[in-house]
């Protein structure tokens, strides 16, 4: 009989455990070296990162977590992002992922009100509802305005300045390019990669002036935007989110 998998801990992201930990995200994402580089960086500032570590110090399982505020009008919920969740190749299939247990004691550990997460891949759902989590948003391509106009109702995640920075940095290495715009009283980060036709992540800088107008000029009004499928725990978040978490 195979032995239980042994348990998540934080990682102190030794440089063995970064490079196999850039590795794995490379390979199950996607990602260019650097951007992998970057990804592990921002973790090592902002975040934490767990790991179940396998004989002879072999991550066998890892995941990235990040505390966000979750803003609705003067309304605010504290969130964990659950980003970058892997398991190595040779261990999968054997109970070493991430259980509904080990997500409560996430939200424990970080006394949030929500777990959340986007999907890369929808055909994922089924694996993360087993795991407690519910969709509250699906994907779409929508227009600028329509993205606006909803999120003004809805939770959306209020990014520090630090966390934006973040967040280019990493997609710059990526290849996307990003175009900071005031429009209508708000400060917007339209993130684009090279050929696509949609704005694939749009971030909301803070503003100092307040509450910013629910309407957009008829010349920004066609920019589509692409939003994401998101899931969280607890799983009746009214939530809009065209940024990848």
Same mark, same amino acid.
């Given at each position: 009989?195979?032995?239980?998998?042994?348990?998540?801990?934080?990682?102190?992201?030794?440089?063995?455990?970064?490079?196999?930990?850039?590795?794995?995200?490379?390979?199950? +994402?996607?990602?260019?070296?650097?951007?992998?580089?970057?990804?592990?960086?921002?973790?090592?500032?902002?975040?934490?990162?767990?790991?179940?570590?396998?004989?002879?110090?072999?991550?066998?399982?890892?995941?990235?977590?990040?505390?966000?505020?979750?803003?609705?009008?003067?309304?605010?919920?504290?969130?964990?992002?659950?980003?970058?969740?892997?398991?190595?190749?040779?261990?999968?299939?054997?109970?070493?992922?991430?259980?509904?247990?080990?997500?409560?004691?996430?939200?424990?550990? +970080?006394?949030?009100?929500?777990?959340?997460?986007?999907?890369?891949?929808?055909?994922?759902?089924?694996?993360?509802?087993?795991?407690?989590?519910?969709?509250?948003?699906?994907?779409?391509?929508?227009?600028?305005?329509?993205?606006?106009?909803?999120?003004?109702?809805? +939770?959306?995640?209020?990014?520090?300045?630090?966390?934006?920075?973040?967040?280019?940095?990493?997609?710059?290495?990526?290849?996307?390019? $990003?175009?900071?715009?005031?429009?209508?009283?708000?400060?917007?980060?339209?993130?684009?990669?090279?050929?696509?036709?949609?704005?694939?992540?749009?971030?909301?800088?803070?503003?100092?002036?307040?509450? $910013?107008?629910?309407?957009?000029?008829?010349?920004?009004?066609?920019?589509?935007?692409?939003?994401?499928?998101?899931?969280?725990?607890?799983?009746?978040?009214?939530?809009?989110?065209?940024?990848?978490?």
């Amino acid at each position: 009989m195979p032995s239980d998998p042994p348990p998540f801990v934080e990682l102190a992201l030794t440089p063995n455990e970064r490079e196999q930990i850039e590795t794995q995200l490379a390979a199950s +994402f996607g990602l260019t070296p650097e951007a992998a580089r970057t990804w592990v960086e921002t973790t090592t500032r902002r975040g934490v990162c767990f790991g179940r570590v396998a004989h002879g110090g072999v991550i066998a399982a890892s995941y990235a977590a990040e505390t966000v505020t979750l803003a609705r009008g003067d309304e605010r919920l504290a969130a964990v992002m659950l980003q970058s969740c892997y398991v190595h190749p040779e261990f999968r299939g054997r109970g070493y992922g991430l259980t509904r247990g080990d997500v409560a004691a996430l939200r424990r550990r +970080f006394r949030a009100d929500a777990v959340i997460l986007t999907l890369f891949d929808d055909g994922l759902v089924p694996y993360w509802r087993h795991r407690g989590f519910a969709v509250v948003q699906r994907a779409e391509v929508t227009s600028l305005a329509t993205c606006l106009r909803r999120a003004a109702s809805a +939770f959306s995640p209020a990014l520090t300045e630090e966390a934006i920075d973040a967040k280019l940095a990493e997609v710059s290495a990526n290849g996307a390019t $990003a175009t900071d715009l005031a429009v209508a009283g708000m400060r917007l980060v339209l993130v684009r990669y090279p050929g696509d036709d949609a704005v694939d992540e749009l971030i909301v800088r803070p503003s100092p002036g307040g509450a $910013a107008p629910a309407s957009v000029g008829a010349a920004m009004a066609d920019f589509r935007v692409r939003l994401k499928t998101v899931m969280a725990s607890q799983g009746d978040l009214e939530l809009v989110c065209a940024i990848d978490l």
